[in-house]
C-alpha cells in the first residue's frame, strides 16, 4: 500500500500552518491507497477562536460505526492543517465519479481535508479556505495534477452527503488553479456602501436618519423600531464574480439599542441571517462572516426589524471583501 510521508513537507513549503498529530506516519486504514485527487469535506462540528478543532479527536479515533483516521488533515478554525494520517482513511466512501475522479473506491481515490465547520449555520472561515487552497494546489503539484481533481464530497457521494457547504467548488477549483500558475490568494477586491452611499443604501420611510452617536460611520445612520415584519434596509453591491467575501458591519452602539438585530446575507444557496447586539462592540468594523456571494450588481446584504428582542435596530454602513 502506498503512503504520503511526503504530505507534511509539502504543506509547509506551500507556507501552510502545520501541526503533526502523534504517529501520522503509521496510522492508517488497511487496504489499496493510491491517489490521484483531493477531497472537501466539512466535519459538521461548530468551531471557534476558543475551541478551534472540535472533531479532531473524532478524525483520529473515529466512531462507534466508523473506525479512524477518517481523514489525512484536519483544518482548523484558524486555517491550520493537523496532519492525521499518511496512508488511507475512511473519509470518502464509495466515489460515484466526478470530473477526472472515476467511479470507484473514493478512500484509494483521494486524499481528504476535513475543515472543521457545521455547515449548516456555519460557514468556513477565510482562514480555512485560504490554507486549504494553498494546500491543495500543492499536494495536487506533488501528484502531478491539475485543479480539476480538487473535489468536494457531495460531488463525488453516492449517498447524499452535502459537504462542503456554502461553497462554490467551481470557484474553488479556479483559485486553486490560480494558485498552482504562481498567483497569490484571490485578489482583496473591497467595497463599503454607507447608509448615505448614492444609490446603493434602500429603506423605507419606516427607518428614520439620526446622528445621535458619535460612534456612527459617516455623517449619520438610520434607525428603527423592531416589528413582526422584515422591512429590510438593503445594500446594494457590485459583486466582480462569484466567489467567497468576508461580510463586516459598522454600528455605533448603545445600551438601549437592539440586542437581537438580524442582518441578512444574499449568498448563491440562498439568504443568511446573522444576529448581532448592537447594544454593544460600536463604532468599529465586526465581521458577520464569509459567504459566497454571486457575481452581479444587486442588494447583497440587509438589516432586517424583524427582531422579538427590545431596543432601536440601526443600519449604518457594512463593507464586503473578497478573500
Given at each position: 500500500?502506498?503512503?504520503?510521508?511526503w504530505?507534511?513537507?509539502?504543506?509547509?513549503?506551500?507556507?501552510?500552518?502545520?501541526?503533526?498529530?502523534?504517529?501520522?506516519?503509521?496510522?492508517?486504514?488497511?487496504?489499496?491507497?493510491?491517489?490521484i485527487?483531493?477531497?472537501?469535506?466539512?466535519?459538521?462540528?461548530?468551531?471557534?477562536?476558543s475551541?478551534?478543532?472540535?472533531?479532531?479527536?473524532?478524525?483520529?479515533n473515529?466512531?462507534?460505526?466508523?473506525?479512524?483516521?477518517?481523514?489525512?488533515?484536519?483544518?482548523?478554525?484558524?486555517?491550520?492543517?493537523?496532519?492525521?494520517s499518511?496512508?488511507?482513511?475512511?473519509h470518502?466512501?464509495?466515489?460515484?465519479?466526478?470530473?477526472?475522479?472515476?467511479a470507484?473506491?473514493?478512500?484509494?481515490?483521494?486524499?481528504?481535508?476535513?475543515?472543521?465547520?457545521?455547515?449548516?449555520?456555519q460557514?468556513?472561515?477565510?482562514?480555512?479556505?485560504?490554507?486549504?487552497?494553498?494546500?491543495?494546489?500543492?499536494?495536487?503539484?506533488?501528484?502531478?495534477?491539475?485543479?480539476?481533481?480538487?473535489?468536494?464530497?457531495?460531488?463525488?457521494?453516492?449517498s447524499?452527503?452535502?459537504?462542503?457547504?456554502f461553497?462554490?467548488?467551481n470557484?474553488?477549483?479556479?483559485?486553486?488553479?490560480?494558485?498552482?500558475?504562481?498567483g497569490?490568494?484571490?485578489?482583496?477586491?473591497?467595497?463599503?456602501?454607507?447608509?448615505?452611499?448614492?444609490?446603493?443604501?434602500t429603506?423605507?420611510?419606516?427607518?428614520?436618519?439620526?446622528?445621535?452617536?458619535?460612534?456612527?460611520?459617516g455623517?449619520?445612520?438610520?434607525?428603527?423600531?423592531?416589528?413582526?415584519?422584515?422591512?429590510?434596509?438593503?445594500?446594494?453591491?457590485?459583486?466582480?464574480?462569484?466567489?467567497?467575501?468576508?461580510?463586516d458591519?459598522?454600528?455605533?452602539?448603545?445600551?438601549?439599542?437592539?440586542?437581537?438585530?438580524?442582518?441578512?446575507?444574499?449568498?448563491?444557496?440562498?439568504?443568511?441571517?446573522?444576529i448581532?447586539?448592537?447594544?454593544?462592540?460600536?463604532?468599529?468594523?465586526?465581521?458577520?462572516g464569509?459567504?459566497?456571494?454571486p457575481?452581479?450588481?444587486?442588494?447583497r446584504?440587509?438589516?432586517?426589524?424583524?427582531?422579538?428582542?427590545?431596543?432601536?435596530?440601526?443600519?449604518?454602513?457594512?463593507?464586503?471583501?473578497?478573500?
Open positions: 500500500m502506498a503512503t504520503i510521508p504530505l507534511v513537507d509539502v504543506l509547509r513549503g506551500a507556507g501552510v500552518q502545520v501541526v503533526v498529530e502523534g504517529d501520522w506516519l503509521n496510522r492508517m486504514r488497511p487496504g489499496s491507497f493510491d491517489p485527487g483531493v477531497l472537501w469535506h466539512h466535519t459538521a462540528a461548530t468551531s471557534s477562536a475551541n478551534p478543532h472540535p472533531a479532531l479527536g473524532i478524525c483520529i473515529g466512531r462507534s460505526d466508523l473506525p479512524g483516521p477518517l481523514c489525512q488533515a484536519l483544518v482548523d478554525y484558524n486555517g491550520v492543517f493537523h496532519v492525521i499518511a496512508g488511507r482513511c475512511n470518502a466512501g464509495t466515489s460515484g465519479g466526478s470530473g477526472p475522479i472515476p470507484g473506491d473514493g478512500n484509494t481515490l483521494m486524499i481528504g481535508w476535513e475543515i472543521d465547520y457545521n455547515g449548516v449555520n460557514e468556513m472561515t477565510a482562514a480555512q479556505y485560504n490554507a486549504s487552497i494553498a494546500a491543495t494546489a500543492a499536494v495536487l503539484t506533488r501528484l502531478g495534477r491539475d485543479s480539476s481533481y480538487a473535489r468536494g464530497h457531495r460531488e463525488t457521494s453516492t447524499g452527503k452535502i459537504d462542503p457547504s461553497i462554490d467548488l470557484v474553488m477549483r479556479a483559485d486553486v488553479a490560480a494558485k498552482m500558475s504562481g497569490g490568494n484571490p485578489p482583496a477586491w473591497s467595497s463599503i456602501v454607507d447608509n448615505t452611499t448614492a444609490g446603493r443604501f429603506a423605507s420611510a419606516n427607518w428614520g436618519v439620526s446622528t445621535y452617536s458619535g460612534q456612527r460611520y455623517a449619520d445612520y438610520r434607525y428603527a423600531e423592531p416589528v413582526a415584519a422584515s422591512d429590510v434596509a438593503w445594500y446594494r453591491f457590485n459583486v466582480p464574480a462569484t466567489a467567497n467575501y468576508r461580510i458591519a459598522w454600528w455605533p452602539a448603545t445600551s438601549g439599542y437592539n440586542s437581537a438585530a438580524p442582518y441578512v446575507v444574499s449568498t448563491t444557496t440562498g439568504n443568511r441571517t446573522i448581532v447586539d448592537q447594544r454593544a462592540t460600536g463604532g468599529q468594523w465586526r465581521s458577520l464569509t459567504f459566497t456571494l457575481a452581479g450588481d444587486a442588494n446584504v440587509g438589516v432586517s426589524r424583524w427582531s422579538s428582542a427590545t431596543g432601536l435596530i440601526v443600519a449604518d454602513a457594512v463593507r464586503l471583501t473578497r478573500v
